[in-house]
C-alpha cells in the first residue's frame, strides 16, 4: 500500500527479508517449503511482498498500524472478487505469528502483469472505460457490515474536512502546502483544496472503496490493464478517494472518459482532487521524498495535473453529491 508520504515511515517497521519468510513458509505451510522466496522488484512501505514459487506471492505487514489489513482481506476479499470484472488479490492462506514475526501475514494468488504507468497503456481510453467498470462494480457490491475508515486502512474514505489522521487531514495537508512555496504556485494549490473542502459531502450510504488506486496498485500485460491488486486500504465511505486514478495514472486525454463512465458529480469530482492533491504534495524533507528525485517528479506532474484539470474544469461547490451511475 502506498500511503502516499511519511505516515508510513515509523521507527517501528519490522525488518523483514525473504530469509525470515522462507522459515515462515517451512513452519506452516510445509507443502510449499520447498519452493523459491524472491523479493519483487519494488516492494511496499508498508508491506514486504515476496514471491512464492511460480504462483503464490507472500505478504507481510511491516508495522503494527497495518496488520489488521490481513483480517480484512481475508475477511472480504473472497467476498468482492467474485463481482469484480478484473482479477484482483486473493488470499488462499494466512499465516500467524512466529520465527520472531510479530504479525498475521498471507500467501495470495499471483497476479500477472506489471505496474504500468499511463503513459505506457496500449489504449488509455479503454484502460479508463475499463478502471471505471472496476470501480462501478465495486461500488455496487453491497456494503453491509463492511469497515468503515479507520486507523488500519488510514482513515480512507472520511468526509473531507475530516479530523482523523488521513492524508487529507488539514493538519497535515496545510504545512504541506506551505511547505511548497517557491516550488508551485501553493495559492493555486490552496484554492483547489479549499474547494474540496467548500464541496457538498457524500450523502448517500457508505460503498466500498479500493482506497489507493495509484499506478503501482494497478497491473498491466502489454498494456492493457489485468489486475487489481494491494486492498488494504479497502472499506466503505465516500466514493471520492476512488477517483485518484484520474490524476495519479490516467493521461489527460482519458480523464473525461474516466469521469463520464462514473457518472461523477462536481462534488464529488472535487472532493476527488482534494483527496488527488493530498497525497501529491511532494515536501522536499519529507522522507517518502527524501533521495528519490523519481518521486518528486511523479509528484510535482501529478500535482500540476490537479492543478491544470481545475483550471480546465472548475467545480462551482454546488453539484449535489449521491452514489455513482
Known amino acids: 500500500m502506498s500511503t502516499g508520504g511519511p505516515?508510513?515511515?515509523?521507527?517501528?517497521?519490522?525488518?523483514?527479508?525473504?530469509?525470515?519468510?522462507?522459515?515462515?513458509?517451512?513452519?506452516?505451510?510445509?507443502?510449499?517449503?520447498?519452493?523459491?522466496?524472491?523479493?519483487?522488484?519494488?516492494?511496499?512501505?508498508?508491506?514486504?511482498?515476496?514471491?512464492?514459487?511460480?504462483?503464490?506471492?507472500?505478504?507481510?505487514?511491516?508495522?503494527?498500524?497495518?496488520?489488521e489489513q490481513v483480517e480484512r482481506e481475508h475477511r472480504w476479499l473472497p467476498f468482492?472478487?467474485?463481482?469484480?470484472?478484473?482479477?484482483?488479490?486473493?488470499?488462499?492462506?494466512?499465516?500467524?505469528?512466529?520465527?520472531?514475526?510479530?504479525?498475521?501475514?498471507?500467501?495470495?494468488?499471483?497476479?500477472?502483469?506489471e505496474a504500468v504507468h499511463g503513459c505506457a497503456l496500449a489504449d488509455p481510453r479503454r484502460a479508463?472505460?475499463?478502471?471505471?467498470?472496476?470501480?462501478?462494480?465495486?461500488?455496487?457490491?453491497?456494503?453491509?457490515?463492511a469497515p468503515g475508515p479507520r486507523a488500519g486502512n488510514a482513515f480512507r474514505g472520511v468526509p473531507m474536512g475530516d479530523e482523523r489522521d488521513s492524508i487529507a487531514v488539514e493538519a497535515r495537508v496545510r504545512p504541506k502546502i506551505a511547505a511548497l512555496e517557491g516550488l508551485v504556485d501553493t495559492d493555486r494549490v490552496t484554492a483547489v483544496w479549499e474547494a474540496a473542502l467548500a464541496a457538498p459531502a457524500w450523502d448517500g450510504p457508505p460503498v466500498w472503496f479500493h482506497g489507493d488506486l495509484a499506478a503501482g496498485n494497478l497491473l498491466a500485460v502489454d498494456g492493457n490493464l489485468s489486475a487489481v491488486i494491494d486492498f488494504g486500504t479497502m472499506g466503505a465511505g465516500d466514493p471520492a478517494v476512488d477517483l485518484l486514478p484520474a490524476w495519479k495514472f490516467l493521461p489527460p486525454e482519458a480523464r473525461g472518459v474516466f469521469r463520464e463512465a462514473l457518472g461523477v458529480d462536481e462534488a464529488t469530482w472535487a472532493r476527488g482532487r482534494g483527496w488527488g492533491l493530498a497525497s501529491s504534495l511532494p515536501v522536499p524533507d519529507d522522507p517518502y521524498f527524501s533521495g528519490r528525485p523519481d518521486r518528486m517528479e511523479d509528484a510535482l506532474r501529478q500535482l500540476h495535473e490537479i492543478l491544470d484539470d481545475a483550471d480546465r474544469t472548475p467545480t462551482s461547490g454546488t453539484g449535489a453529491p449521491g452514489p455513482a451511475s
Not at 505451510?29 to 519452493?35: D, N
Open 80 to 113: 468482492l472478487a467474485p463481482q469484480l470484472p478484473m482479477p484482483v488479490s486473493l488470499p488462499i492462506a494466512k499465516g500467524a505469528p512466529g520465527a520472531g514475526y510479530p504479525f498475521a501475514w498471507s500467501v495470495y494468488r499471483w497476479q500477472e502483469g
Open 7 to 67: 505516515e508510513a515511515a515509523t521507527p517501528e517497521a519490522v525488518p523483514i527479508d525473504a530469509g525470515l519468510a522462507h522459515r515462515l513458509i517451512d513452519e506452516q505451510f510445509p507443502q510449499w517449503a520447498h519452493l523459491p522466496v524472491v523479493p519483487v522488484p519494488v516492494s511496499g512501505m508498508d508491506n514486504a511482498t515476496f514471491r512464492l514459487g511460480e504462483d503464490m506471492s507472500v505478504r507481510m505487514p511491516r508495522f503494527d498500524r497495518w496488520a
Open 128 to 145: 479508463a472505460l475499463d478502471l471505471a467498470g472496476f470501480v462501478t462494480a465495486l461500488q455496487k457490491a453491497d456494503a453491509s457490515g
